[in-house]
């Protein structure tokens, strides 16, 4: 890691007990002991930066610490970590703070996120709209993003480069898996009765019942705001705000509508099998 970004690591390190230190003196140094842990768990181009506006909300409304850190699997370089660093974050977490990562449903993560003291929430999307945004983001957003040249060069239309997200696609030195397995991969969390499961569509359609289900998972590890659940909710509301994310482009569900030809769908239906399905997206093939 370059100078600048391992100084910029440590000088978190050094602002995050001055935060938490801060939190006690608003909230009581007992209530930040007894506060969860927070973790925002999501799939790439599902909404991981609105999850992440909102569980940081939750500093608005109790004793929870906005730690500053960067996601849990990433460096401050933005480089992915392997997976003994990512779990050595995720134990360095204490009473109160609020994380954030991009895990798969694979140990030792599903044992450190589901203890007790953690209340942990996973967001996922309809497929078919993650296809078209990551498309969107590694095509025309993110020229670092590892498959933005082969979009660029390989792929000539949103068709061809929409049926490549379904398929996945083997490149020297990387490349992308299917759709199907990328699911895969993360659809343990659904399983997992410890771990609140939203979905993104939620989050835009019915913002509030969301947001009262998020309130909820947290009262069931024993904490509830000093303000009525309407003002609460206000409170999570209020913290989002989509165009400071640097990933935002439209967000709205359905929006994979607009771009699926009847090949991409046929080959998603294909590739996907009974994904939408088992997600609840759809009750059969017939879409």
Known sequence: MKPYFVLKSWLKMIRWPLRRARVARRWGVENLQNAPIVFANAMPKSGSH???QIVKGFARIGPFVDTGFPSVNRSEDNVNLPVE???ANLERMRPGDIGHGKLNAIEPYLSLVTRPVW???FLYRDPRDLVVSHVFYASQMNPRHGMYAYYNTETHSMEERISTAITG???PGGG???VLVRFERVIG???????????FEDLILEREVALNHLLDHLARQGFSPEMSRHQAVGALAGSIAP???????????????EYFTEANKALMKEVAGDLLVRLGYEKDKDW
């Open 50 to 52: 609105l999850l992440k």
């Open 85 to 87: 660093m990512v779990a």
């Open 119 to 121: 209340v942990t929430v």
């Open 169 to 171: 696609v083997e490149l």
């Open 176 to 178: 992308m898996p299917s």
């Open 189 to 199: 969390w659904l399983e997992r009765p410890e771990v609140l499961c939203l979905r």
């Open 243 to 257: 165009r400071k994310s640097g990933t935002f482009r439209k967000g709205q569900p359905g929006n994979w509508s």
